[in-house]
């Protein structure tokens, strides 16, 4: 990923839009967070709440500097849904279009009915005001809903034209009860048959009156880690993300932006004859990526290209800090996963500790100083920040983990030797990547 540059003039027909997601806004001068709950919360995460900010900043300066025209922002504005942080967010937002750019937002899985809104103090966590989907139309009334072209009657879905040929059909993914007294909102999503009905109606009448229809919703629609995803991450994904896809490619849709797995990947597969993408986009708090587009309406592409907010305006190395932390966060939230999946295969008691023991110790280098749960931590930052590729390391860290397998396996423990497997091809998984480059691309729409 690469460092901004001064702005290129642009040719005419020609403007540069920003893409930004998760960026989980976390107010510090207003919510207390302090404590051994605010510790162990931190622990349950690998986000990094300390420079978000002083980030959004660098990023409104980014938008001064490259003459950004559009924002647009796929969801989780907010750490966990808090009224306070999502006036945070809109304060900067509204920074953003005084310094030129137009914002266009749609909520994410933390944004609404979040029982995790809370405030840490010395004496414990406790509730704090979390968002309705009202409170998220108030809050962001001039950051889409107010430009909108239409909005669909349930949810906070809604259209709104960029440029002269697009138009964006922003959509609500999300589950929640929208409920502020008994809160209740879901990691995965769907698409709901009555959002289906108005997205398809909102792409036959932008194609009617010339323009191309690209969505911007939380969940992703195509897999980002192929065989994988499915099986131990498929709350990234809507729920019917295939008929859906399907559905709105065959209504003239062929392009998603979508955010929520905090990793910088395009996946792409054919539907009704043609390419679908769908372009993800990282987290703010934990690798600090973001997207520009170029868009070139006299040629009909779009022009794509990762960048990263190296370092803050005071000194200080943020893509270096935000490594460091995320490398300890995901090594922490892999420990979770492959318990809670032992835990579905039937683990418990002393042999799931026993199990849990061997796999987190696991050596997975011939000197023995590279253990599994840092490989796994190592792949999936790799695949975060997009173009993964297969090296000589990560083929000899398969290579001792088939040889476990097939070891285990001799001795007639068929049941490890399949966990090994698993794991094998979980870490062997997050090293293939679609066809699409996921960092510099140009695509036609």
């Not at 137009?102 to 809370?118: E, M, P, Q, R, Y």
């Not at 173009?387 to 000589?392: A, G, I, L, Q, S």
Request: glycine share 6%; charged share 25%; aromatic share 8%.
């Amino acid at each position: 990923m690469n460092s901004d540059n001064p702005a290129m003039p642009q040719q005419p027909g020609s403007y540069k839009v920003m893409v930004i997601s998760d960026i989980h806004l976390f107010d510090m001068d207003r919510i207390s967070h302090e404590g051994e709950a605010w510790e162990k919360r931190l622990l349950l995460e690998d986000k990094n709440y300390a420079y978000c900010a002083a980030s959004m900043e660098a990023l409104v300066q980014k938008v001064k500097s490259q003459n950004v025209k559009y924002v647009i922002v796929p969801g989780d504005l907010t750490k966990d849904g808090e009224v306070i942080n999502h006036e945070f967010a809109a304060s900067f937002f509204r920074k953003m279009e005084e310094a030129g750019a137009n914002v266009f937002v749609i909520n994410g899985n933390h944004d609404i009915s979040n029982a995790d809104a809370k405030e840490f103090t010395a004496e414990g966590e406790f509730p704090i005001e979390t968002a309705t989907s009202a409170d998220f139309k108030r809050i962001y009334h001039d950051f889409g809903y107010a430009e909108a072209i239409s909005q669909e009657t349930e949810g906070l879905s809604y259209s709104v034209d960029m440029g002269k040929d697009i138009r964006l059909i922003m959509l609500d993914s999300n589950i929640y009860n929208d409920s502020k007294a008994d809160p209740h909102q879901e990691t995965a999503g769907t698409l709901k048959p009555s959002t289906m009905a108005w997205a398809k109606e909102q792409c036959a009448k932008a194609i009617a009156e010339g323009r191309t229809p690209v969505g911007v919703l939380h969940h992703g629609l195509v897999e980002h880690i192929p065989n994988i995803q499915t099986v131990f991450l498929s709350e990234f994904l809507a729920d019917n993300y295939k008929e859906a896809r399907r559905e709105l490619a065959t209504a003239g849709m062929h392009i998603v932006l979508t955010g929520h797995n905090h990793a910088q990947d395009i996946a792409s597969v054919e539907e009704d004859g043609k390419p679908f993408y769908d372009i993800q986009t990282g987290s703010l708090v934990t690798l600090c990526p973001l997207r520009y587009i170029d868009i070139d309406t006299e040629k009909r592409t779009m022009s794509l290209e990762s960048q990263v907010i190296d370092q803050l305006a005071d000194g200080t190395k943020l893509f270096e800090t935000l490594l460091e932390n995320s490398f300890w966060g995901i090594r922490r939230n892999f420990m979770q996963l492959i318990e809670s999946n032992l835990r579905k295969m039937g683990y418990a008691g002393e042999k799931l500790e026993a199990t849990m023991q061997m796999l987190t110790t696991l050596p997975v280098s011939h000197d023995g100083s590279y253990l599994l749960l840092d490989a796994l931590a190592d792949a999936y930052l790799v695949h975060r920040q997009g173009d993964e590729t297969m090296t000589e390391k990560v083929q000899e860290v398969c290579s001792i983990l088939q040889g476990y397998a097939d070891l285990t396996s001799m001795t007639g423990d068929t049941a490890s030797a399949q966990l090994l497997l698993m794991v094998k091809n979980l870490y062997a998984g997050l090293y293939v990547d679609s066809p699409s480059a996921d960092n510099t691309l140009v695509i036609s729409y």
